[in-house]
């Protein structure tokens, strides 16, 4: 999948996004990820998205795919607080439609 930090508030700095991999995720401090208020969107990936990019082919038919319900991603209800000097350790909960 695929999470995204959106500023907001009086948060300064760009949206920065990173790959969830084994369900984690990591931020290095030089991706301009800044201190302060986020609005947070996940989203997962497909599996023949997943396919296509390490030049694979799947058949959606073959997979158990179940999409992320939107209050987690483009209509998120998940915020959280990065606070500067310190490790920021953040675990999301999500839902999928039905």
Request: aromatic share 8%.
């Amino acid at each position: 999948g695929l999470i995204t930090f959106v500023p907001v508030a009086q948060t300064t700095g760009p949206k920065v996004s990173v790959p969830i991999e084994q369900g984690a995720f990591e931020i290095a401090a030089e991706n301009g990820l800044m201190p302060g208020q986020f609005r947070v969107e996940i989203l997962g990936l497909p599996p023949g998205i997943k396919a296509m990019m390490a030049g694979q082919v799947v058949s959606h038919r073959e997979t158990d795919y179940r999409e992320i319900a939107g209050q987690y991603n483009s209509e998120s209800i998940l915020y959280c607080t990065l606070v500067a000097e310190q490790a920021n350790t953040q675990n999301f909960e999500v839902q999928y439609r039905r």
